[in-house]
């Protein structure tokens, strides 16, 4: 047991991608109920940081910029090697954790994979006996920022956001863009969106992919492409009433807020991998468990049914929509 007069340390070595991080992010609470007034310390890849820096018990973020010959593990282990760890945590399931002292190892390896959803494996790693829930610890600084893009172009013409995020940086998970624009167009024909706004949400380089959604949105769209880091992004989403948005970190963002989101999925393994919470629905181009199609099966009509489908369950059936 630790010693009651030191608080413990714990080292968590998160994922270096945007969604994994969300789906591992309930470790952080369960971390506390286990080591109650832990100091936590967490290594991730630069793009998901901002995630933790709100994330309670969390005093330190090291970040993991990959370099040849797996030299970010070496400048890693320099780093965390004179610290006497009463708990380390390796969702990446590196050697790093057996080259540093610790009394307590919690490491990944593929024998988790059973075929559950990948919260519940996580929540399984950690001996939790129910899920561990995903969570978005917002900030202040993610608010203000989010506040800064949204709130003059809402003074000017209020409505409820519905946030569309044509993105995912892996092949074959993304909807074409012209079919995000074809989305819109129908969004805004359909009287159940009447003065909604449509925001885009995206990274710096996530230009193109939005450019038709918000061509089609006009001057009821709000960019919010590129305007922040993750977790800007997030607050951003927080703001929105419904999500619509390929299986990428920003669906999973949105899902762990609990906005009513709703994933694309095409040639990916939506049993495993789909939004968690309450709150979520899919809309995958072979939805049979096992098979596979293309995400360009996917149309415009199929989806554009989906939205109403999730706006009917979380918006006429009494959830407010967000300003």
């Not at 030191?6 to 470790?27: A, E, M, Q, Y």
């Not at 593929?110 to 610890?137: C, H, N, Q, Y």
């Not at 003059?152 to 993304?174: E, F, M, R, W």
């Not at 819109?184 to 925001?199: H, P, Q, S, T, Y």
Request: aromatic share 8%.
């Amino acid at each position: 047991m630790p010693d009651p007069k030191t608080p413990p340390k714990v080292l968590f070595v998160s994922s270096n991608r945007i969604g994994d991080c969300v789906i591992s992010s309930g470790v952080i609470r369960e971390i506390g109920r286990q080591l109650p007034g832990a100091r936590i310390t967490v290594a991730t890849g630069r793009p998901p940081a901002p995630l933790f820096r709100a994330a309670p018990g969390v005093e330190r973020v090291i970040i993991l910029d990959k370099q040849k010959l797996a030299g970010h593990w070496v400048g890693l282990w320099r780093q965390v090697v004179g610290t006497r760890w009463d708990l380390v945590i390796d969702i990446r399931g590196s050697a790093l954790s057996y080259l540093i002292p610790a009394k307590r190892r919690v490491v990944y390896n593929r024998s988790w994979e059973t075929g559950v959803r990948k919260v519940e494996m996580v929540s399984r790693l950690m001996g939790s006996a129910r899920p561990l829930d995903p969570e978005i610890f917002l900030d202040d600084q993610a608010r203000a920022e989010a506040a800064t893009v949204i709130d003059p172009q809402l003074a000017t013409a209020p409505g409820p956001i519905i946030a569309l995020a044509p993105i995912a940086h892996q092949p074959g998970k993304s909807w074409p863009a012209d079919r995000w624009g074809g989305l819109v167009e129908l969004l805004r024909a359909d009287k159940r969106f009447d003065g909604w706004r449509f925001m885009l949400v995206g990274g710096p380089g996530d230009h193109p992919p939005a450019a038709p959604a918000l061509a089609a949105a006009g001057e009821r769209g709000i960019d919010f492409v590129g305007k922040g880091d993750i977790l800007a992004s997030a607050a951003a989403i927080d703001r929105a009433a419904l999500f619509v948005g390929n299986d990428s970190g920003l669906m999973h963002v949105a899902a762990a807020a609990g906005r009513p989101t709703l994933g694309l999925f095409g040639p990916t393994q939506w049993w495993l991998y789909g939004p968690w919470g309450p709150k979520t629905h899919i809309a995958a181009s072979n939805e049979t468990r096992g098979a596979f199609a293309p995400i360009e099966a996917l149309t415009a009509d199929r989806v554009f049914n989906a939205v109403i489908e999730l706006h009917t369950a979380f918006i006429e059936a009494g959830t407010p929509a967000k300003p």
